[in-house]
């Protein structure tokens, strides 16, 4: 151990060394981070000046899409760089951050679906107590336990894997630095902390997974005694693609932290990586946004709004007249009842 150096940068190995599929690797990326920004970027903006989309429901989605905008940002620009220019060089502090944030969404994505789960649970089975039971307090409150929650699981597990020392080698198989890779070049005795992780994680997703079948189970028993066959099929087709999307999330996550290092491959825990920290990002928007009445609706107004006021100022700098009438402002609405799908 005194000859060995010490592991002050790492090298990320990432999908390929061929330099045309390093190329295309940037291309296609850049296309996912791009659509992926536009897409939140677009969500949070509508939400945040449409008062009539001040809800609970929307209150969590604006949170939703702010973690998945961070979320793809911690990973995604820096493989582009490293495809772009050959340099695959992050240092160790870069790797610790990296670390700590990549956990940190990801948990806060779990939080996040398990309390959108409980928000429909309660919008569904208890429309009547519905506003009393998520009012403005509540709805802050679960939203800074979901992120104070995770930030604290992130140090723990960050803090425990970064005790390790890192000696035998700098490579880590991935296009990011994953703990299962780095507990792979440790020098050290990880047997405790990969148990830790294993206890934790276990745990996490297990809490989560648990209240999210329990919610959509009761919504589920009560959607099935709506009379109306178009509301009944309006519930289904909004809560399955829920549960999909959660299921592949949660999946990948448990495939990628919970199997044994000795048992890995690197194609599929690359693989696995996409769909956990690339494809939530892109995917949210589409499946709990830019899908809903409401949301399109407000984005057609926002771009309508858009043109007209670029219109208007044609106009005034081509006529040197003031406009007519401004628009009248609406006061912010609160948090009221959800808007289900």
Same mark, same amino acid.
């Given at each position: 151990? +005194?000859?060995?150096?010490?592991? $002050?940068?790492?090298? &990320?190995?990432? !999908? @390929?060394?061929?330099?045309? /599929?390093?190329? %295309?690797?940037?291309?296609?990326?850049?296309?996912?981070?791009?659509?992926?920004?536009?897409?939140?970027?677009?969500?949070?903006?509508?939400?945040?000046?449409?008062?009539?989309?001040?809800?609970?429901?929307?209150?969590?989605?604006?949170?939703?899409?702010?973690?998945?905008?961070?979320?793809?940002?911690?990973?995604?620009?820096? +493989?582009?760089?490293?495809?772009? $220019?050959?340099?695959? &060089?992050?240092? !160790? @502090?870069?790797?610790?951050? /990296?670390?700590? %944030?990549?956990?940190?969404?990801?948990?806060?994505?779990?939080?996040?679906?398990?309390?959108?789960?409980?928000?429909?649970?309660?919008?569904?089975?208890?429309?009547?107590?519905?506003?009393?039971?998520?009012?403005?307090?509540?709805?802050?409150?679960?939203?800074?336990?979901?992120?104070?929650?995770?930030?604290?699981?992130?140090? +723990?597990?960050?803090?425990?894997?970064?005790?390790?020392?890192?000696?035998?080698?700098?490579?880590?198989?991935?296009?990011?630095?994953?703990?299962?890779?780095?507990?792979?070049?440790?020098?050290?005795?990880?047997?405790?902390?990969?148990?830790?992780?294993?206890?934790?994680?276990?745990?996490?997703?297990?809490?989560?997974?648990?209240?999210?079948?329990?919610?959509?189970?009761?919504?589920?028993?009560?959607?099935?005694?709506?009379?109306?066959?178009?509301?009944?099929?309006?519930?289904?087709?909004?809560?399955?693609?829920?549960?999909?999307?959660?299921?592949?999330?949660?999946?990948?996550?448990?495939?990628?932290?919970?199997?044994?290092?000795?048992?890995?491959?690197?194609?599929?825990?690359?693989?696995?990586?996409?769909?956990?920290?690339?494809?939530?990002?892109?995917?949210?928007?589409?499946?709990?946004?830019?899908?809903?009445?409401?949301?399109?609706?407000?984005?057609?107004?926002?771009?309508?709004?858009?043109?007209?006021?670029?219109?208007?100022?044609?106009?005034?700098?081509?006529?040197?007249?003031?406009?007519?009438?401004?628009?009248?402002?609406?006061?912010?609405?609160?948090?009221?009842?959800?808007?289900?799908?």
């Amino acid at each position: 151990m +005194s000859n060995q150096t010490t592991v $002050t940068d790492f090298f &990320l190995l990432g !999908f @390929s060394d061929t330099r045309e /599929q390093q190329i %295309l690797h940037f291309l296609l990326f850049l296309v996912i981070y791009v659509t992926a920004l536009l897409g939140n970027l677009i969500v949070i903006t509508v939400i945040a000046f449409d008062c009539h989309l001040h809800t609970p429901m929307y209150f969590f989605l604006s949170n939703l899409s702010f973690l998945d905008l961070c979320y793809i940002s911690v990973t995604v620009p820096k +493989s582009m760089a490293n495809s772009l $220019t050959n340099n695959r &060089l992050i240092s !160790f @502090s870069g790797c610790v951050t /990296q670390v700590f %944030l990549v956990l940190t969404f990801a948990a806060a994505e779990l939080f996040f679906l398990t309390v959108m789960a409980y928000n429909c649970y309660v919008a569904i089975c208890h429309p009547l107590h519905y506003k009393v039971i998520m009012n403005r307090g509540t709805c802050a409150q679960m939203a800074a336990g979901s992120w104070i929650s995770s930030m604290i699981f992130s140090a +723990s597990q960050t803090a425990n894997t970064f005790r390790l020392h890192f000696c035998r080698s700098n490579a880590v198989a991935q296009f990011y630095c994953d703990i299962p890779q780095l507990l792979k070049i440790s020098c050290s005795d990880s047997h405790a902390i990969v148990i830790i992780m294993y206890v934790l994680g276990s745990l996490l997703d297990a809490v989560c997974f648990a209240l999210i079948t329990v919610s959509y189970v009761h919504i589920f028993s009560t959607v099935l005694r709506i009379p109306s066959e178009q509301g009944r099929y309006k519930a289904f087709s909004t809560c399955l693609p829920h549960m999909v999307v959660f299921a592949l999330f949660i999946g990948t996550a448990s495939f990628m932290y919970m199997r044994p290092k000795t048992n890995s491959s690197t194609t599929l825990d690359l693989i696995a990586s996409v769909f956990y920290c690339v494809v939530p990002p892109l995917m949210n928007p589409i499946i709990y946004s830019l899908r809903n009445k409401e949301i399109k609706a407000s984005v057609g107004k926002m771009t309508r709004r858009i043109f007209f006021l670029k219109k208007n100022e044609f106009l005034t700098l081509n006529s040197k007249r003031p406009l007519g009438k401004k628009c009248s402002h609406v006061a912010p609405g609160t948090i009221g009842q959800a808007d289900f799908v």
